[in-house]
C-alpha cells in the first residue's frame, strides 16, 4: 500500500487552487465583488438568530474579557451583521467569498472550505432568478446529471403557523418532514386537530416533482397568504427559468428544510448524482437582516468546495 | 435505466422483507442458503445486497445502497441522516427498560446503572427524565447483567418477554414501540425518487390486501 507524499499533497493542493480560481472567474465575470469576512461570531448573538443550529457543533472561542465566541459556521450571518447596520438606500451589491466554516463533530473539529456569493439591495423576483441561474451554471459546469432543489421557507413556515406547537412540538415535526418520514407524521399530526392544515400538513411530502406537478398537487391549499406567496413565487421564478433552458435540472420540494432558521422564500439545494452530499445550498433570506438593521433584500448560496473537489478529483476531472 | 440498490438485513426480519420483495415480483433469484450476498434481479434492474443487520444503515447512508431495511430501534441509535420513508408491518417489538423481578432498583440519588445494545437512546431517554446513569455497553445476553450485577436495569427490544421472563426479570418501563421502516440514502431519492416510490407504493398495495 501507498501512502501519501509531500508531492501528493503539493499536487492536491494545486488543484483546489485551480479549482477556486475556475469559480472566481466565474464570479468575476459576473460583476460579483470579493470581500473577506471575520472569523469570529459572538456566541448568544448567533444562537439567538439561528434557533435550529444544533449549539454543541458550534466551536468556541473564550475572550479575553471571559465573553464566548465562536468561529463562524456560516459566513452569512457574519456578513450581514457588518452590512446591515450600515446599509445606504438604493444599494446593490453582489459579493463573493472563499473562507472557512467551523463545525465540531464526533471526531473533532472539521474545517469545511465554502464559496459562497451574497446578493443584496436588489428587488425579490430578480436576484432569485439571477442567483438561481448562477447556482445552475455552476452546477452545470461539471455535470451534466445534476439536481437543483427548490422550496419555499414561506410555504412551508406559514403553513406550520396555522397550528400552536410548542417548542418540542415543533421541534418534532421539523425533524419528522426532514425525514421524510410520512407515516409517522400523519399520526404524530392527528392530534392536533386544525383539519384542514392537518390534511395538508400529513401529504406534504408527496408536494414534489416540476413545478407543474408540484401545482397540481397543491391546487388551491392555501390556508393563508404567507403560503400563497410561497407558492406563487415559485411559479414565477420557474417562468423565467423555463426560457433559460435550465429548468428541466430543477425539481420542486415544498417539504424542504434549510439547515439555518434565517431564510425566508425561496431555498435550494444543488445535488450531483455521483456525491452524497449537498454541492449547493443557499435560499433568500431577508429577515437576517432585519436581526441587525434595516431590512434588505438578500439572497445567496455557498458551493461546498471540498465535495466538488473530492468528486472531481476521484473520476481525475481535474 | 440506473440500478436501486436495496440493503437487506440478514436474520429474520431479512427473510420476512424478502418475502415481501418478492410478493411485489422483484428480487425472485434472491436465496439467502446460499453464501452469496449479492444478487442481481436483472429484469427488474434491483441488486439486493445481504448485510448484518446494524450495517443496513451505515451502507444507506453512504450512498451505497439507495435503500434499505432497518429496524426504529437502529435508526434511532444511529442517529443516521437518512429517510425514513415507510413503516413496515414487520421486526414489531418494543424497546423496554428491565430490572430484576420485585427489586427495589429505583433509588432516585444514585447513579442508574444501565446495560444495553443502545446506549444513545438510552442516555437520551434518561438524560430528558433527569435521571443520572451510567452506561455499560454489551453487545448480546443483556439480560444477564443485572443478575450477575453488573448493572440495575437493562435496556433493551422485548418482543414476547420470555427471555425476560426465563431470567427472572421483569418490565419497569416500556420506551417506545418498534417496528422496521424502508429507508433510503437523500441524494439517492432526489434521483431516482419515481422508482423508490414505485416500490414502495407496490408494498403498500400488498400490505393492503394483507390487512383486508
Avoid at chain 1, 501507498?2 to 475556475?22: C, G, M, P, T, V
Avoid at chain 1, 428544510?257 to 456525491?275: H, L, N, R, T, W
Avoid at chain 1, 452524497?276 to 438593521?293: A, C, H, P, V
Avoid at chain 2, 440506473?2 to 418478492?22: H, M, Y
Amino acid at each position: 500500500m501507498k501512502f501519501l507524499r509531500i508531492q501528493d499533497e503539493i499536487e492536491f493542493s494545486e488543484k483546489r487552487y485551480k479549482l477556486k480560481r475556475d469559480i472566481e472567474n466565474l464570479l468575476l465575470s459576473k460583476d460579483y465583488k470579493n470581500i473577506e469576512p471575520s472569523i469570529f461570531e459572538d456566541y448568544e448573538e448567533f444562537i439567538s438568530v439561528n434557533k435550529r443550529v444544533e449549539k454543541n457543533t458550534t466551536v468556541k472561542v473564550l475572550n479575553g474579557n471571559g465573553k464566548i465566541s465562536i468561529l463562524r459556521p456560516d459566513v452569512t450571518t457574519n456578513l450581514i451583521r457588518n452590512f446591515a447596520s450600515k446599509w445606504e438606500e438604493n444599494l446593490k451589491l453582489k459579493l463573493f467569498y472563499y473562507s472557512k466554516i467551523f463545525k465540531n463533530s464526533k471526531l473533532g473539529t472539521k474545517e469545511v472550505r465554502q464559496m459562497g456569493i451574497e446578493y443584496l439591495g436588489e428587488k425579490e423576483i430578480k436576484a432569485d432568478v439571477e442567483v438561481i441561474n448562477l447556482a445552475l451554471t455552476v452546477l452545470s459546469k461539471y455535470r451534466e446529471n445534476y439536481i437543483l432543489e427548490m422550496g419555499s421557507s414561506d410555504f412551508l413556515n406559514g403553513l406550520l403557523r396555522e397550528f400552536y406547537f410548542s417548542e418540542d412540538e415543533y421541534k418534532k415535526i421539523i425533524e419528522l418532514i426532514y425525514r421524510k418520514n410520512s407515516d409517522d407524521l400523519k399520526i404524530y399530526v392527528s392530534q392536533f386537530g386544525r383539519i384542514e392544515a392537518a390534511e395538508t400538513l400529513k401529504n406534504i411530502l408527496e408536494v414534489q416533482g416540476s413545478y407543474k406537478e408540484v401545482k397540481s398537487i397543491i391546487k388551491n391549499m392555501y390556508l393563508n397568504k404567507q403560503m400563497k406567496k410561497g407558492i406563487e413565487e415559485l411559479g414565477i421564478i420557474n417562468n423565467y427559468l423555463e426560457k433559460t433552458g435550465l429548468a428541466d435540472w430543477i425539481q420542486y420540494d415544498l417539504s424542504m428544510i434549510a439547515e439555518f432558521g434565517y431564510y425566508a422564500g425561496v431555498i435550494f439545494k444543488g445535488y450531483f448524482s455521483d456525491s452524497n452530499r449537498e454541492i449547493i445550498k443557499g435560499g433568500r433570506y431577508d429577515s437576517l437582516t432585519q436581526e441587525f438593521g434595516d431590512r434588505i433584500p438578500a439572497i445567496g448560496f455557498s458551493i461546498e468546495l471540498d465535495e466538488l473537489l473530492k468528486v472531481l478529483y476521484r473520476k481525475g476531472e481535474i | 435505466m440506473s440500478n436501486i440498490t436495496v440493503a437487506i438485513p440478514k436474520g429474520r426480519l431479512g427473510e420476512q422483507s424478502i418475502e415481501l420483495f418478492k410478493s411485489i415480483g422483484v428480487g425472485k433469484k434472491i436465496n439467502t442458503k446460499s453464501r452469496k450476498l449479492i444478487f442481481k434481479d436483472e429484469k427488474n434492474n434491483i441488486i439486493f445486497i445481504l448485510l448484518k443487520n446494524s450495517d443496513v444503515i451505515t451502507y444507506v447512508e453512504n450512498g451505497v445502497a439507495d435503500i434499505g431495511i432497518a429496524g426504529r430501534d437502529m435508526i434511532m441509535e444511529k442517529e443516521a441522516d437518512i429517510y425514513q420513508l415507510h413503516n413496515l408491518n414487520l421486526g414489531k417489538c418494543k424497546m423496554s427498560i428491565a430490572g430484576i423481578k420485585g427489586q427495589e432498583v429505583f433509588k432516585k440519588d444514585m447513579i442508574l446503572r444501565v446495560a444495553t445494545k443502545f446506549p444513545k437512546i438510552s442516555k437520551n431517554y434518561f438524560g430528558k427524565k433527569g435521571q443520572k446513569i451510567k452506561l455499560i455497553k454489551l453487545n448480546g445476553s443483556i439480560e444477564l447483567a443485572p443478575l450477575v450485577g453488573l448493572s440495575d436495569v437493562i435496556v433493551d427490544l422485548v418482543e414476547t418477554g420470555n427471555t425476560l421472563k426465563a431470567n427472572g426479570l421483569e418490565i419497569l418501563e416500556d420506551m417506545y414501540k418498534i417496528n422496521a421502516q424502508i429507508i433510503s440514502n437523500k441524494i439517492s431519492y432526489k434521483f431516482k425518487r419515481k422508482r423508490i416510490k414505485e416500490i414502495i407504493g407496490k408494498i403498500k398495495e400488498i400490505e393492503e390486501e394483507k390487512y383486508d
